[in-house]
C-alpha cells in the first residue's frame, strides 16, 4: 500500500476522529447514529495513521506531495 494521504488530510481526518469520539463519550450523539459516528471515527483514525485511504484508490486521488524521482 502506498501512502496516499498528506499531512493536512491526516490531521484534519485525526481532529474530526477524536471530535466524534469525545461527542459520543459526553453523551451529545448516542443511539444508532452515535455507534455509526464512532465507526466512523475508528475508520478514520486508522486511515490517518497508515497515510492510505482506499476509497481514494477508484478515484485516483492523491492528497500527498509526489516524490522527486
Known sequence: MKKNMGNL?????????AALIALY???TISGMLGIVLV?????F???SFMGFCPLYLPFGIK???AKKE
Do not use: P, S, W
Open 63 to 65: 492528497t500527498c506531495k
Open 25 to 27: 463519550y459526553n453523551g
Open 39 to 43: 465507526v466512523l471515527a475508528i475508520v
Open 9 to 17: 488530510d491526516r490531521t484534519l481526518r485525526f481532529v474530526i476522529a
Open 45 to 47: 483514525f486508522l486511515t
